[in-house]
């Protein structure tokens, strides 16, 4: 079993990688039924890209593509867009640094299905640009199948992003999410009926998805802006503001600086008299 180093730099605490590797030989000292998991997983390997495509190899194998094949086309991937990697480093900081119940960079890494279904897209959406449709679409029923999260392998995601729970996560082909936006489950990112073309929403930086929010049509979420819990948002939302209700109404514009990264969901008391 290799031995991961502790590489603490004065000016913080170790990089992700060395912080994973530390976590993982203590999990090991804690839980030795878990020892050959975490040493196939993450302690064999040299590299966060390494360890990254054997974990989604492992998880997405199956009987049709085998799991070494699978691995083979996340190094392709990760050799060809080494920025894959640094926005799977990004998602971590992001699980870690906003959900109150993360403990550090091993449980998202190897358990939480937001992560992995992230990863995952990347995974397809690299598949998708390079003409390669039909495995990419394979990429989205295997999440879809084991993490209950279903995103078009054409529509753009930004790095630092942190899906929560994920469950029921929905986002269509002409999405765009910016960076360091969060969701919870439930979140819907679709159209509003059957037309094609560009047909979805795109969602600002820092943007605050709550949990089955509903974000329909080729609108406009502007950057730090918060869509209340179990709204439906048929028109733009103005930068930093709140949408809330059903039809979504906006609440105290601005409200919260930086609403994604706070995670908080609470609302003002003022309510706009008019309906976006």
């Given at each position: ?25 203590a ?57 894959m990697v ?15 119940a ?28 390079q ?34 729970h ?40 820092g ?21 209340a ?48």
């Amino acid at each position: 079993m290799a031995q991961a180093l502790e590489l603490v730099r004065p000016d913080g605490p170790p990089p992700v990688w060395a912080a994973l590797c530390n976590e993982a030989l203590a999990a090991c000292r804690n839980e030795p039924a878990l020892s050959s998991l975490l040493d196939a997983v993450i302690l064999r390997h040299d590299n966060l890209s390494a360890a990254l495509s054997f974990q989604l190899a492992r998880k997405l194998g199956d009987a049709v593509i085998t799991p070494i094949s699978l691995r083979e086309i996340c190094q392709e991937a990760y050799e060809a867009v080494p920025v894959m990697v640094e926005q799977a480093e990004a998602d971590l900081r992001a699980v870690y640094e906003r959900d109150p119940a993360c403990k550090g960079y091993l449980q998202p890494f190897l358990f939480f299905k937001g992560f992995l279904a992230l990863q995952t897209h990347r995974l397809g959406h690299f598949l998708w640009r390079q003409g390669r449709e039909t495995l990419a679409f394979y990429l989205q029923s295997r999440t879809s199948e084991l993490f209950q999260v279903d995103i078009h392998p054409a529509a753009r995601i930004g790095s630092g992003v942190f899906v929560d729970h994920a469950t029921g996560v929905v986002i269509g082909e002409t999405a765009v999410v910016g960076d360091d936006v969060s969701m919870l489950h439930g979140v819907t990112l679709g159209g509003t009926g059957a037309e094609r073309g560009d047909r979805h929403p795109k969602i600002g930086k820092g943007v605050l998805l709550g949990a089955g929010a509903k974000v329909l049509g080729n609108i406009q979420i502007g950057d730090y802006a918060k869509i209340a819990s179990g709204s439906v948002v048929l028109k733009d939302v103005p930068t930093g503001c709140t949408a809330a209700g059903v039809p979504a109404r906006l609440v105290n514009c601005p409200n919260c600086p930086e609403p994604a990264r706070t995670m908080d969901h609470t609302l003002a008391d003022v309510v706009y008299d008019y309906v976006i």
